[in-house]
Structure formats: C-alpha cells, structure tokens
C-alpha cells in the first residue's frame, strides 16, 4: 500500500491554457473523491466516483472542469480555459467502506496549481 | 443546505493544558470525520464517526459524536507543541438521489505554545 498519489505535485499556467491533474488511489478503494483547498480554507468538494461512475459532482465544478474514471482505478481532472480563480491546491482521496473506518478518506499529497 | 461550521478558528494554549473544538453541523449526518493538516501538507484522518454517542480516542485527542445536537468534539488532553497544526471536521450527507455530498468544516488553527 503506497498510499494514494498525486501527479503533478507543482503545476504554472498561464491563463486560457488547459491543465490536467492525474490522482492514483490506494489499489483496494473504490471510492474516489477530488477536493479544491484555497488558502486558509477547509477544502472545498469537487466531485466523486463509486468505481468508474461519477455520483455527484458540485456546483463549484462549471463547465470548464471535468473529470474521469475511465477504468475505476486512476482518475484524471481536467480544467479548461483556466482563470486566476482556479489557482488552490487540487486534493484527490480514495475511500472503501470497512467497517469501522468506513469510507475514511485517504488523502493524496495535492497538485498546487498557480494561473499567472 | 448543509454547513459545517468549527469553533473557535484560531486557538492558542499552552503546553499541558486542556481545550476542546466543536463542530456544528446543520443538517442530518450519516459520518463525521475529523482530520489534521500540517502546514503545507495534506490531510491526515484522525478518527472517523459513525453514530449518536461514539467516541474515540488517540493519544491526546478523543473524539465524540452528538447526532441529536448535530455537534462534535475534539478534546486535547495535556497538549504538546507535536499537536500544532489545523483541525477540519466534515460529514457526509445522504442525498435523495442516492449519492452523497461532502462538507469540510472552516478548519481550526491550534498552536501550542511551550
């Protein structure tokens, strides 16, 4: 169990580009969540998955944001046409129900995106 | 619409002494989670909770669950400067659609002085 991963950890962009952010989770989870942290906040829900289906997504997730589980393992969030809004700290987790700790979230290192 | 919300943000004690963070939410709950961030790092679970009247307890820290007054509690017994950081409750929310939804608390700042 290697915990749950997160590539890239630094991403700069400048406005108007496209970035996309890649979460591992730990292997056995099949939940996956992404979360937005602004400085100074508690981070903020993005959206999930329960394997390959995405459940529910925010209304903070406009249409510029996406994401995906194609396979139920690794998911990918993609922001479009980026803003200098979209600069925080992008947290994904992963989470299986197991009895007493269930759905205790695993929380990867971050993606600290900065939009110059 | 469900809020979390902590209480104080921001505390200062002393080494060995003893405080408590509350965490109110606003509508029924299924889970409270409690957490822990380092300075620029990412969350740490403490405890996870699951129903009206549990407790838990890790080293300093013990944990409790009032779903009936929608409120937590995160107890520090005898701080050490090691529990310096900031504490995040959160729940999930059942939602009719079936799914679930989210919310993480305003976050505590705890510094313990020596």
């Known amino acids: 169990d290697t915990g749950v991963s997160q590539d890239p950890r630094h991403k700069i962009t400048k406005r108007g580009q496209n970035v996309t952010f890649r979460c591992d989770p730990i292997s056995e989870h099949n939940r996956l969540y992404w979360y937005r942290q602004t400085l100074g906040q508690g981070p903020e829900f993005l959206t999930y998955f329960q394997n390959e289906a995405q459940l529910e997504k925010s209304r903070l997730l406009s249409d510029r944001f996406s994401a995906e589980r194609p396979k139920g393992s690794f998911s990918t969030l993609e922001i479009q046409r980026t803003e200098q809004g979209d600069s925080a700290m992008y947290l994904c987790?992963?989470?299986?129900?197991?009895?007493?700790?269930?759905?205790?979230?695993?929380f990867g290192p971050g993606t600290r995106l900065t939009v110059t | 619409e469900l809020k979390v919300e902590q209480n104080p943000l921001f505390l200062s004690m002393q080494e060995g002494k003893n405080y408590t963070i509350y965490c109110n939410y606003s509508t029924t709950s299924d889970r409270l989670y409690w957490y822990r961030q380092d300075p620029g790092k990412s969350l740490e679970s403490l405890f996870v909770l699951l129903s009206n009247g549990a407790v838990k307890q890790e080293g300093r820290l013990m944990a409790s669950l009032d779903t009936k007054a929608r409120l937590s509690t995160l107890h520090i017994t005898a701080a050490v400067h090691d529990l310096s950081a900031t504490y995040f409750c959160a729940v999930d929310s059942y939602r009719t659609s079936g799914t679930y939804k989210y919310i993480f608390g305003t976050g505590t700042r705890l510094k313990v002085l020596a």
């Open positions: 987790a992963s989470s299986i129900n197991r009895g007493e700790s269930s759905y205790e979230q695993y």
